[in-house]
């Protein structure tokens, strides 16, 4: 049980950032067209 737990927490750490960044692009895209730019060409 114990490999299944960090496995899980792992899991859910990875997608939370990857969402975290998705909704940080959309929140900058929303909120200046310029951050949109930026983050493209981050990309």
Not at 31 to 38: A, G
């Amino acid at each position: 049980m114990p490999p299944g737990a960090p496995g899980t927490v792992a899991g859910r750490l990875t997608v939370q950032g990857e969402h975290g960044q998705a909704r940080v692009i959309l929140t900058a895209a929303l909120s200046t067209p310029e951050d949109t730019e930026k983050t493209g060409d981050a990309r």
